[in-house]
């Protein structure tokens, strides 16, 4: 996705988040229920204000994060080898946190959905744009998995992230099928946590392995 594209997408869905919100605002509860346990009952709430537009906010200081990191990167360069992917990431990002921000209005509208279920596809397709985004990203500071050895040596980042990819494309979609049955949500944000933490592991032993060839 172009940066043209992904600016045109960002803008639309801000506007809508804008618009929904602000319709809805006049009839939330003036405490509203913005947090739900792993039970799916709630355990956390707002004030309407922040309850509202906390998450709005919240959008445009991530998206104006991500959209910075390309710029201030000393590996810069290296951005655009992904770029195309990375701004399709931040379209999903953003649109994640709408979908988010509407299942929260829907809730303190009175339209009692079974979060749990509702967030799952939506969270489960993140982890698969994370997973997208693994398998193109190259060398830098912000993206991928970056330990100090994928940041030593270009082919453990590589052997690194091929790794990663298609771990975290299945996490995804474990999660995803958390729409039928919920506790495969769970399951899936423990294969990504997991996956996480396995790659990073076999960061350290890739570049160890290849220290040791070395001539």
């Known amino acids: 996705m172009s940066n043209k594209a992904a600016i045109g997408w960002i803008a639309?869905?801000?506007?809508?988040?804008?618009?929904?919100?602000a319709a809805a605002y006049p009839h939330l509860p003036a405490v509203m229920t913005t947090h739900w346990g792993a039970n799916g009952q709630p355990n956390g709430t707002m004030s309407r204000f922040w309850?509202?537009?906390?998450?709005?906010?919240?959008?445009?200081?991530?998206?104006?994060?991500?959209?910075?990191?390309?710029?201030?990167d000393p590996r810069r360069r290296n951005y655009a080898a992904?770029?195309?992917?990375?701004n399709?990431?931040?379209v999903g990002m953003v649109a994640f946190l709408a979908y988010a921000d509407f299942t929260t209005l829907a809730w303190n509208l009175g339209y009692r959905l079974p979060v749990?279920?509702?967030?799952?596809?939506?969270?489960?397709a993140i982890f698969i744009a994370v997973g997208v985004l693994l398998r193109k990203a190259r060398p830098n500071w912000f993206v991928g998995i970056r330990t100090p050895w994928t940041l030593s040596s270009a082919t453990v980042w590589q052997k690194?992230?091929?790794?990663?990819?298609?771990?975290?494309i299945a996490s995804g979609?474990?999660?995803v099928?958390?729409?039928?049955?919920?506790?495969?949500?769970?399951?899936?944000?423990?294969?990504?946590?997991?996956?996480?933490?396995?790659?990073?592991?076999?960061?350290?032993f890739a570049y160890e392995a290849e220290q040791k060839r070395a001539p």
Do not use: D, N, Q
């Open 12 to 21: 639309a869905i801000f506007v809508l988040m804008a618009a929904v919100t």
């Open 51 to 72: 309850g509202a537009w906390l998450v709005p906010l919240l959008a445009v200081g991530v998206t104006a994060l991500l959209w910075l990191v390309p710029s201030i």
């Open 82 to 86: 992904f770029r195309t992917t990375y």
């Open 88 to 90: 399709a990431f931040v």
């Open 116 to 124: 749990g279920k509702t967030l799952a596809p939506a969270l489960g």
């Open 160 to 168: 690194t992230h091929r790794l990663a990819a298609p771990a975290f």
């Open 173 to 175: 979609a474990v999660c």
């Open 177 to 204: 099928l958390g729409v039928l049955w919920e506790p495969l949500m769970w399951a899936g944000v423990g294969l990504v946590m997991a996956a996480a933490v396995g790659v990073s592991a076999y960061s350290y």
